[in-house]
């Protein structure tokens, strides 16, 4: 507890260690190259199942094709990181964990406004290159949008 503040208001990455920060942009590139392809299978397992659907349903299900892989990001960073390892599979895999600003845990709903502002970030041409260079302007290397969510990704070891 700082002067005054309540500990919920306490600024979390600025207390972080050196090491707890090492490695983290290139462990979150191999951690997102992990989740993609997760997501990627994910994602055609649905394919199969609403395309089969679709005959069924005289292709009404077909229409929700569009909206799958979306959704199945969303749900799979939004369950992943508000569970017990604080994390993706992924993240998992490189040693990473993501929490809010003040150290708690992320919810499932930090972590899906997390992964959208990730998934905007890069279909807007110009939101690319400045998150990426956010990342290594800071002392946290947070991209810009951990930043607006309220997230910091550390080494959770």
Same mark, same amino acid.
């Given at each position: 507890?700082?002067?005054?503040?309540?500990?919920?208001?306490?600024?979390?990455?600025?207390?972080?260690?050196? %090491?707890?920060?090492?490695?983290?942009?290139?462990?979150?590139?191999?951690?997102?190259?992990?989740?993609?392809?997760?997501?990627?299978? =994910?994602?055609?397992?649905?394919?199969?199942?609403?395309?089969?659907?679709?005959?069924?349903?005289?292709?009404?299900?077909?229409?929700?094709?569009?909206?799958?892989?979306? =959704?199945?990001?969303?749900?799979?960073?939004?369950?992943?990181?508000?569970?017990?390892?604080?994390?993706?599979?992924?993240?998992?895999?490189?040693?990473?964990?993501?929490?809010?600003?003040?150290?708690?845990?992320?919810?499932?709903?930090?972590?899906?406004?997390?992964?959208?502002?990730?998934?905007?970030?890069?279909?807007?041409?110009? =939101?690319?290159?400045?998150?990426?260079?956010?990342?290594?302007?800071?002392?946290?290397?947070?991209?810009?949008?951990?930043?607006?969510?309220? %997230?910091?990704?550390?080494?959770?070891?």
């Amino acid at each position: 507890m700082s002067e005054g503040r309540p500990e919920s208001q306490i600024i979390w990455p600025a207390q972080l260690p050196f %090491v707890a920060l090492a490695g983290v942009r290139t462990r979150r590139i191999f951690a997102l190259l992990i989740d993609l392809f997760l997501i990627s299978i =994910l994602f055609w397992a649905f394919f199969i199942v609403f395309a089969v659907l679709g005959i069924v349903t005289f292709g009404l299900s077909w229409f929700l094709i569009p909206v799958l892989y979306p =959704l199945i990001a969303i749900i799979y960073n939004g369950a992943s990181i508000s569970g017990p390892r604080m994390g993706t599979p992924g993240m998992a895999m490189m040693d990473l964990e993501m929490r809010r600003n003040d150290g708690t845990p992320a919810n499932f709903w930090v972590a899906a406004a997390h992964v959208i502002l990730f998934y905007v970030s890069w279909a807007v041409a110009l =939101l690319a290159p400045i998150n990426l260079l956010t990342s290594l302007l800071n002392n946290d290397k947070r991209c810009l949008h951990d930043i607006v969510a309220g %997230v910091v990704v550390t080494r959770s070891a």
